[in-house]
């Protein structure tokens, strides 16, 4: 029998353990491992944040949603929205050529007579304009003052009197078509010029021929050249209608007949005198 010593029974109780040293490569692996959990907590921790902030723009966007929809569905005082206050425009300065009360040539329509200025909003800008009255038309018209170079004064007693001298003067008609022509004798009439007016009279003009036919339109352009030369001479020679258009007629050569019988049918001064005394 073997001796049972307290000390060898102690030893095996109380044996330590024997610890085994890592090697380099385990320590390597061990420390990756660690990195990549960390990583992963990042990771998931900025997924969370990220998803954070998206919940919080999608509400805001509804948010701001709801708030347009509101300001739409908002109805102001008296069932009437507001209006937007904007600053009107003026037009540009311009000097005023003429003054109320004179008489101007408006190339489309003739000799008209200036009434008043007015301003006038057209587009959200303040225009001065004249504002014009044709008798003969019984019409109004308007024209910006910034485009008053389209209107023209009456023309003088010098200009009149070479308008004459165009009247006397041979007819030059071309030998194209007439619709060419017409279209240049409209032309001229829209011009408003005087002595292009004393031309087309001058060329559409049959005196008192009545064996030569005129077309309805030839005799249309002769009138409205006619009218517009007549109202002319009416206001610059400042006699009535008829006396301007006897001396129109006279140039022209026109109702000749007319005159020389309401020269005889008007009594002489000594013949009025001797009626005067009889009676």
């Avoid at 109780?13 to 491992?33: G, L, R, Y």
């Avoid at 937007?84 to 000097?95: A, C, D, F, P």
């Avoid at 050529?97 to 057209?122: A, C, M, R, S, W």
């Avoid at 001479?233 to 050569?253: H, P, R, S």
Wanted: charged residues 40%; proline residues 3%.
């Amino acid at each position: 029998m073997k001796k049972i010593s307290l000390k060898n029974i102690l030893k095996k109780t109380f044996k330590k353990k024997t610890v085994k040293k890592k090697t380099k490569s385990e320590k390597k692996s061990v420390k990756a491992k660690k990195i990549t959990k960390a990583k992963n907590i990042k990771k998931v921790i900025k997924n969370v944040k990220d998803k954070k902030k998206k919940v919080q723009v999608l509400k805001k966007n509804k948010s701001e949603k709801l708030e347009v929809k509101n300001d739409n569905l908002r109805i102001s005082k008296g069932n009437e929205l507001k209006p937007e206050i904007k600053k009107v425009k003026k037009q540009e300065t311009e000097k005023k050529l003429y003054k109320p009360k004179d008489y101007v040539v408006y190339p489309k329509h003739g000799v008209g007579q200036i009434t008043e200025f007015k301003k006038i909003n057209i587009g959200g800008i303040e225009v001065e304009t004249y504002i014009l009255k044709f008798e003969k038309d019984k019409a109004n018209g308007m024209v910006p003052i910034n485009k008053q170079s389209n209107l023209r004064p009456l023309a003088s007693i010098n200009q009149i009197n070479k308008c004459v001298s165009i009247l006397k003067s041979k007819p030059k008609i071309k030998r194209s078509m007439w619709s060419r022509r017409a279209q240049e004798y409209e032309a001229k009439i829209s011009s408003g010029k005087i002595y292009d007016l004393a031309e087309v009279v001058r060329d559409l003009n049959k005196g008192d021929d009545l064996m030569i036919d005129q077309s309805y339109s030839e005799r249309q352009l002769f009138e409205k050249a006619y009218d517009r030369l007549l109202t002319e001479f009416q206001i610059v020679m400042g006699t009535n209608l008829e006396d301007a258009q006897k001396k129109l007629d006279k140039a022209l050569k026109r109702n000749l007949e007319k005159q020389t019988q309401n020269l005889e049918k008007k009594p002489t001064n000594e013949e009025a005198a001797g009626q005067e005394l009889t009676e």
